[in-house]
């Protein structure tokens, strides 16, 4: 069984990002990059999946500009067979990263396709939903465990009240939720082994995808700090205090 | 303009996000339809008529519809929102697995995580964690959005009286089946509608510190209670019980974090509550510069005096 994983390249989680003066955007100049943290997830339950023997390969793809290929090179040091960079300078938003990923699914025919359940620079938590959609596949997202036996997929989800367990037919979508599993750390030899890993660079244009976005960024704004209002010296000055001052009790 | 809800139930009774959302929907129309897809749905019906707003409840009941398998509702859903200008489903679990199904169907660009409606084609949405504001515009022809609910009122459920209309519930696409659900039991108010949550994070260090140490100060408040994710990773408390960027969003009145040491992907999910209060022994910790009340010191000695001090002062 073949897999493919999707890998987007971030600011790293760390970093707290600043807009730029006008508002035109986020200041990305000189800011540290990583894999999206839950691609990361994705990527290890795929390789996990190979190690296990129920994957037979697994295939890591990205969508945006050169540097992606970082991002696809750690996701061969954690395990992929192999990558492909689907090169573009333009802002990909997630219908048309959907649209691209389909395209690609038709070309490499996976059973399974892992994604992040969101990406930590747009928040949007819609890739997944719509490639599945566009797919016409079953969708698990938000999982926290899954299961292969019997061509069937097992996937429990973290939903607001717990944890629900559904059974989906492959192909399939599955989206990683923060529990799925706990990424491993790359040694630097599976980063050495991943530099001769095949990486494959194609453009959407090959794929005959209109990426042309279709939500326009008006501008962005940083919003209004929230202020300290510091330290009180006892239990008993903060319960007066919420009493008196803040009057929530 | 008619704005299309589509309701998060339990098949019994409205989720309190469905009403804030359509509290968001009243503020781009006039006239509000509410999609109710399930099973057995007679009292859900029956409240959601009674919604000042609501001109029409639209009824789709089958078996395959009980568990909200996006497979078989997106369809339903995707046939009915061509004829409206606005889609509004809660920012939940529930809307976030669905809406961007429906949307991908019928090739529109959802907006996730709404905060604010400027103009019928133009919302407000937090990103890079609830850091940046970022103010979009949508071009398709019909608008799909979740919305958050801690950034809209909700409508009461009393004085309407709604059309009811049965709809084809369409088939079972067969593609999905529902195994089982484990929710988490509480008596305890639900995270996204409480007036005082209290927070635990990886300070209290083991599941019997957050039972001992913050469940009886949560019941003594009336309070929901909250988790980091460090918290939940270390099976302190439920996944249900995570407050932050991918975790649950919440604004009590009240918002007590118990050794949390404030990582930003906490503070997306809390910032916007009326009152914080950190209690931390690390006088640095990230979470002071949020609270309105800090309190430097262990946790271990300060939560049981602060419950003391609540029996005495403000008279049980
Ligand atoms: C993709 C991604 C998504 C994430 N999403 C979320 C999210 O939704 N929600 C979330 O919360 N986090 C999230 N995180 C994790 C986040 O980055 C932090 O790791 C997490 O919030 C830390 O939890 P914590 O504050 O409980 O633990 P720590 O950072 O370890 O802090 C523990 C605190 O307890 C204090 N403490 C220890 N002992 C005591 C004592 N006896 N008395 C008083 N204080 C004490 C310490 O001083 C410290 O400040 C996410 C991370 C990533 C990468
Ligand atoms: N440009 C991209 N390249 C590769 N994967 C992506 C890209 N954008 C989104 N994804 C995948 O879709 C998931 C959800 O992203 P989003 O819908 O933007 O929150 C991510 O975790 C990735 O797995």
Redesign the pocket.
């Known amino acids: 069984m073949k897999v493919m994983v999707a890998v987007k390249r971030v600011v790293d ?1 760390n970093v707290k990002v600043r807009c730029k003066a006008d508002g035109s955007g986020v200041e990305l100049a000189n800011v540290k990059m990583a894999m999206n ?2 691609d990361e997830i994705a990527v290890e339950e795929a390789v996990r999946l190979k190690e296990a023997g129920i994957a037979s390969e697994v295939v890591a793809v990205s969508l945006g500009a050169k540097p992606c290929e970082e991002t696809l090179r750690t996701a061969l040091a954690m395990g992929a067979d192999r990558a492909i960079l689907v090169e573009s300078d333009s802002e990909l938003q997630p219908l048309a990263v959907a649209k691209l990923l389909m395209a690609v699914v038709e070309r490499e025919a996976p059973q399974l396709v892992l994604l992040g359940k969101q990406a ?1 620079d747009d928040d949007a938590n819609q890739t997944g939903q719509m490639l599945a959609a566009l797919l016409g596949w079953p969708q698990g997202t938000f999982a926290s465990r899954v299961e292969l036996s019997e061509g069937q997929l097992k996937v429990t989800r973290e939903i607001d009240g717990g944890l629900e367990t559904l059974a989906l037919a492959l192909p399939a979508i599955v989206t990683a939720d ?1 529990r799925l599993n706990e990424p491993r750390y790359v040694k630097l030899p599976s980063i050495m082994a991943a530099k001769k890993k095949p990486l494959a660079v194609i453009t959407p244009q090959d794929l005959g995808v209109d990426v042309a976005p279709r939500l326009k960024q008006l501008k962005v704004a940083e919003p209004a700090p929230r202020r300290a209002g510091g330290q009180v010296g006892s239990v008993a000055e903060l319960v007066s205090k919420l009493k008196n001052e803040a009057k929530v009790f | 303009m008619t704005v299309l809800v589509i309701a998060e139930h339990d098949n019994h009774t409205l989720k309190a996000a469905t009403l804030s959302t359509i509290g968001a929907a009243l503020q781009v129309g006039d006239e509000i339809h509410v999609l109710l897809a399930g099973q057995g749905l007679a009292a859900v019906v029956d409240a959601t008529a009674r919604i000042p707003g609501v001109a029409k409840v639209l009824v789709a009941e089958e078996v395959h519809l009980a568990h909200g398998l996006a497979e078989n509702l997106a369809p339903l859903v995707a046939g009915l929102a061509r004829r409206y200008l606005h889609v509004l489903a809660p920012a939940s679990t529930f809307g976030k697995n669905l809406l961007p199904r429906v949307a991908a169907l019928i090739d529109v660009a959802p907006v996730s995580d709404v905060i604010a409606i400027e103009s019928p084609d133009t919302f407000k949405r937090p990103i890079y964690a609830g850091n940046v504001i970022a103010t979009v515009q949508s071009r398709d022809s019909v608008k799909l959005l979740t919305v958050r609910s801690t950034a809209f009122s909700p409508v009461p459920v009393a004085g309407g009286s709604a059309e009811v209309e049965t709809m084809d519930p369409g088939l079972d696409l067969g593609q999905s089946r529902f195994v089982s659900r484990q929710l988490t039991e509480t008596s305890r108010p639900e995270l996204d509608s409480a007036r005082v949550i209290v927070s635990g ?3 209290l260090g083991s599941s019997e510190a957050f039972k001992q140490i913050l469940e009886p100060f949560a019941d003594r408040l009336g309070a929901a209670i909250g988790a ?4 939940v990773d270390a099976g302190y408390a439920p996944n249900d019980c ?6 649950k969003i919440v604004a009590p009145q009240l918002y007590f974090a118990v ?5 930003i ?2 503070l997306a ?1 809390m910032k916007d509550s009326k009152v914080i209060v950190a ?4 006088a640095e ?1 990230p979470i002071f510069q949020v609270a309105d009340y800090g309190l430097v010191g ?3 000695e300060l939560v049981p005096e602060l419950l003391a001090q609540l029996d005495v002062g403000i008279g049980a």
């Open positions: 989680f943290p839950f930590i923060l | 994070g990886r300070g980091s994710r460090a918290a995570q407050v932050g960027q991918t975790g050794g949390i040491s404030g990582a992907q906490h999910g209690i931390n022994k690390d910790a262990d946790l271990f």
